[in-house]
Every structure is written in structure tokens, then in C-alpha cells.
């Protein structure tokens, strides 16, 4: 079986552009050919939402892929673009009834597990899978986790969002005890003003403390990532010349060498 690298995007500080990775990564990927299931694992469906899906309409959602185990996974599926080099964004939605789930999964055994199990089923289909993960400290993150080779934190260039790193790499850190593995994780820098000193001294703090542990690309501030929002488009399919889109493109490179590397996260210590 042909086994796609997994991300979770996770912050527990809201307003990091932690859906804004999911999506514009995922379609940076796809320009390169790459075919990349994205994957909404927050009750509130941002990321469905941004890809012009309405949460309260939807049939069958990653609440029925997770819970049910009669349900054909591809059902929860839905195909968004398709480009002509072969690259693709496919989408397994949320709305409210993740929220439903929540207490179920919590109170089950290996309920955090769940979701892991049941992204198998895709592994033939897709390169790259992202999971957009939920902000509040539950199972859903926890199952984000877990189910990932590698965890993104897209922090801004700030210092009040040292303190949502500081929570978040504190929750890996007990999901690592928990599971006795080591979780690989990498902060990638957003909303960077080159203009402001506080964004040239975070920039340099959150590179200081975390060393190996950042993208070399950054993502700097673009009001075209608003005009994507209103379209409810990747910015890359908006856009490839714009600043935001090209830095996306940037980290996409980089994830790209380092999986052709061999240096990506979880798999290629457990290989």
C-alpha cells in the first residue's frame, strides 16, 4: 500500500492562519502535480466554508467517516478541483455534528485513534493529506495528532503567539507520553510585516528557540489572502503571482525535497 504524508495544522491561538496553511498549502502541492486530500476536523468548518461548501447542507461529513464503521469512506469525499497536470484537492468536510461526536469519541476506547484507521482507506488515492485540526484542547485534536506524520504551527510574527506555541507543543508533549512516540512538529512563520521591528524581532525569537524545528520559508502579510476568503478559493488558484501565494509555493518546495530526502517527520524515523 502507498502510504501519502500526513499533516495537521494546529494552534490552540485562533487568528495564526491555520486554515489558510490547510488550504493554500494543499493547492501549492497540487500545482506541482500532487494529489492532496484536505481534511476539516473542526466542528466550526472553516475550511469547508473557504472551499465554498455549506456545512449545514452536506449529506455525509468527516462526523459520519470517523463514528460510523458501515459507512463507505468515499462517500464523505468531495472532489474540488482537478488540474490538468494530475494535481488534485479533494475535501472531507465538517459541520456541527463533529461537535456531536466529540463526548462519543472521548469516552470510547482508543477514540483518538478513530481517525487514523479510517484515512487508510485513502492512502492509494493521495500524496499528501492535511488535516485542518480543531483549536480547543479535545479528542479532535488529539486524533489530528496522532494521525499525522508531521504537525504544522503556523504562528504569527508576534510574541503574544509564543504563548499558543508554548500550549500546543505542552499537548504533544503529553500525546507523545501517552503513545510513547515522538510527534515531529515544524512552526511556519505567518503574517510577517518585513516593515514592523516587533515582526523582525518574533521573527528572530521564534528562530532562536526553535532552530530546527521552522520552515526556512515564511509567509508574509497579503490582503490577497482576504480577496480568497470572499472568492472562497486557494489563493494559488486566485493568484499565483501574489505574495502569499508564492510564499506557499515556497514551503511546498521545501516539504517536497524534504519527503524526496528522506528527512520528513514520524515515518522516516519509524522506517
Known amino acids: 500500500m502507498k502510504t501519502p504524508y500526513v499533516f495537521a495544522t494546529a494552534n490552540q491561538k485562533g487568528g495564526?492562519?491555520?486554515?489558510?496553511?490547510?488550504?493554500?498549502?494543499?493547492?501549492?502541492?497540487?500545482?506541482?502535480?500532487?494529489?492532496?486530500?484536505l481534511v476539516d476536523l473542526d466542528p466550526q468548518a472553516s475550511l469547508t466554508n473557504h472551499l465554498a461548501v455549506e456545512p449545514e447542507k452536506l449529506e455525509y461529513s468527516v462526523a459520519n467517516l470517523i463514528i460510523s464503521d458501515s459507512f463507505s469512506p468515499n462517500e464523505a469525499v468531495i472532489n474540488k478541483y482537478r488540474l490538468k497536470n494530475g494535481g488534485c484537492i479533494d475535501l472531507i468536510p465538517s459541520?456541527?455534528?463533529?461537535?456531536?461526536?466529540?463526548a462519543e469519541l472521548s469516552v470510547s476506547k482508543g477514540g483518538g485513534l478513530k481517525l487514523k484507521e479510517k484515512l487508510k482507506f485513502f492512502y492509494d488515492n493521495y500524496d499528501y493529506i492535511i488535516i485542518d485540526s480543531s483549536p480547543a484542547l479535545s479528542v479532535l485534536l488529539?486524533?489530528?495528532?496522532?494521525?499525522?506524520?508531521?504537525?504544522?504551527?503556523?504562528?504569527?510574527?508576534?510574541?503574544?503567539?509564543?504563548?499558543?506555541?508554548?500550549?500546543?507543543l505542552s499537548t504533544i508533549e503529553k500525546i507523545e507520553k501517552a503513545l510513547d512516540s515522538r510527534c515531529t512538529y515544524r512552526l511556519l512563520i505567518t503574517m510577517f510585516d518585513r516593515r514592523t521591528n516587533s515582526s523582525l524581532k518574533s521573527l528572530d525569537y521564534f528562530k532562536n528557540k526553535y532552530k530546527d524545528t521552522h520552515f526556512n520559508s515564511i509567509i508574509n502579510i497579503d490582503t490577497r489572502f482576504r480577496d480568497a476568503s470572499m472568492i472562497r478559493k486557494p489563493l494559488t488558484?486566485?493568484?499565483v503571482h501574489s505574495r502569499g501565494a508564492l510564499d506557499y509555493i515556497n514551503v511546498a518546495r521545501e516539504i517536497i525535497g524534504d519527503f524526496n530526502n528522506g528527512v520528513n517527520g514520524r515515518r522516516a524515523k519509524d522506517e
Open 142 to 168: 488529539i486524533s489530528a495528532v496522532v494521525a499525522s506524520d508531521e504537525i504544522i504551527i503556523p504562528v504569527m510574527s508576534d510574541f503574544l503567539s509564543a504563548r499558543g506555541v508554548d500550549l500546543l
Open 95 to 102: 459541520n456541527i455534528n463533529l461537535a456531536r461526536i466529540e
Open 16 to 37: 495564526v492562519g491555520k486554515t489558510t496553511t490547510a488550504i493554500t498549502l494543499g493547492s501549492s502541492l497540487s500545482i506541482f502535480g500532487y494529489r492532496v486530500l
Open 237 to 239: 488558484y486566485i493568484d
